[in-house]
């Protein structure tokens, strides 16, 4: 974290990722924001898992699921019905999420909900390397909720060509897309009528702070976020209310403006030709396209 703010912050225009937003308030306030009536995304995917589970997991048949970014695994769960519904052996679910005590407390009560189901947590960082404990295959790798928009093409390009070396021959890859649509739309999903992404967005400085011993003052900045038209993406930024000096221990001292901003996540919109370049960029090769009737979302199934 230390290294991330030293760079992140020392940049211009100044930016934090994403990935410190989640500590356990933290990724109780996002488990809240999917629920939201502006928030879109999580229904459309959901409403596409609904319809389209029983067919995703027929043709990847898989007996174990890696889901990375797992959160509370609220969607995951249909795709684990259909995985019992087919089951010809036991099932394995292994979640992957850089919230260790939100993961635990996920793990509990799936398995308490899914008694005849292996769960496996992996507390990381899935931008990073890292191992997967032994399970059975073929495995389904899921990166659900949009989350991939966070990166740009390049860094998608090579997180997907992790999970990539990951998967044996016989494994299959299920990627949430958020579509393009009118920015207005996306724009409310993002400034929800009860500020809980406002919340959620500031919640990353009481992270720096609780972990570095940083001095942010919450009430100092204010949340924003807007579509860049240009680039095809959502922009969410921390934006200092008067000027104000930020103290981090063993990071440094940092000035702001009235008005400067952070950079805290990006999330790039997608259409069916960009999944597609970076899954064969990424060395897999998109087998089946699903996406609602509205065109809000879209699951891209893929393989070797």
């Not at 394995?92 to 799936?110: E, H, I, M, N, R």
């Not at 191992?131 to 390009?157: K, M, R, Y």
């Amino acid at each position: 974290m230390a290294r991330d703010l030293r760079e992140g912050l020392s940049e211009q225009p100044r930016r934090i990722p994403p990935k410190y937003f989640y500590d356990e308030h933290g990724s109780r306030l996002f488990d809240e924001i999917t629920r939201l009536p502006e928030y879109y995304p999580t229904r459309a995917e959901r409403d596409l898992l609904i319809r389209w589970g029983a067919t995703i997991v027929g043709i990847a048949k898989p007996r174990t699921l890696v889901e990375l970014g797992a959160g509370s695994a609220d969607k995951t769960r249909t795709i684990l019905d259909e995985m019992l519904r087919a089951a010809q052996s036991d099932v394995t679910y292994v979640p992957v999420d850089v919230s260790a005590g939100f993961l635990a407390k996920s793990a509990v009560q799936l398995r308490n909900e899914y008694p005849s189901v292996c769960v496996t947590p992996v507390v990381a960082d899935f931008s990073t390397h890292f191992a997967l404990p032994e399970h059975p295959s073929p495995a389904l790798h899921a990166f659900l909720g949009s989350t991939i928009g966070n990166f740009t093409p390049d860094d998608a390009v090579g997180l997907v060509s992790s999970v990539r070396e990951r998967m044996a021959a016989s494994d299959y890859f299920l990627l949430g897309v958020d579509l393009r649509k009118d920015p207005g739309l996306i724009e409310n999903a993002y400034n929800d009528s009860r500020g809980i992404t406002a919340q959620f967005n500031k919640n990353m400085l009481s992270v720096i702070n609780e972990c570095l011993g940083a001095d942010f003052n919450l009430s100092a900045f204010s949340h924003s976020a807007i579509y860049n038209d240009r680039e095809q993406r959502m922009e969410m930024r921390l934006i200092a209310r008067g000027d104000q000096s930020v103290v981090i221990p063993d990071v440094g001292d940092f000035y702001f403006a009235d008005g400067d901003g952070i950079l805290t996540e990006v999330s790039y919109k997608y259409d069916r030709s960009l999944a597609s370049d970076i899954l064969e960029r990424s060395g897999l090769v998109l087998r089946e396209w699903f996406t609602d009737d509205a065109g809000l979302f879209a699951l891209a199934l893929s393989s070797h």
